[in-house]
């Protein structure tokens, strides 16, 4: 993954990503704070410390995001976080 800075994008990382809808981020945080019928992306990066991705990119998953979905992405899922800052999630060895 990479996300945007001031001077342009980050260099690549590598990290697990969890891909969940709305509804199952709404019922895992006790919250309504996401849109049921969106697709977030989700990750951990310590206890109690996750950044939470809004994906803008069309997935076509339908109710339910597994690996062969996102594997069959043909192109960086982007998205932004809680803080507006935009993200792309490299689904290939490359980020374009």
Do not use: H, P, R
Not at 17 to 37: H, I, M, Q, R
Not at 45 to 51: M, R
């Amino acid at each position: 993954m990479k996300y945007l800075t001031q001077e342009g994008w980050s260099k690549k990382y590598t990290v697990n990503v969890t891909f969940v809808s709305g509804t199952e981020l709404n019922e895992a945080t006790n919250s309504f704070n996401y849109f049921a019928y969106s697709d977030y992306a989700v990750i951990f990066w310590s206890e109690g410390q996750a950044t939470v991705i809004k994906i803008s990119t069309y997935l076509g998953c339908g109710t339910e995001i597994d690996k062969q979905c996102i594997t069959s992405t043909y192109t960086d899922i982007k998205g932004k976080d809680q803080k507006e800052i935009e993200w792309k999630i490299c689904v290939g060895d490359y980020c374009y």
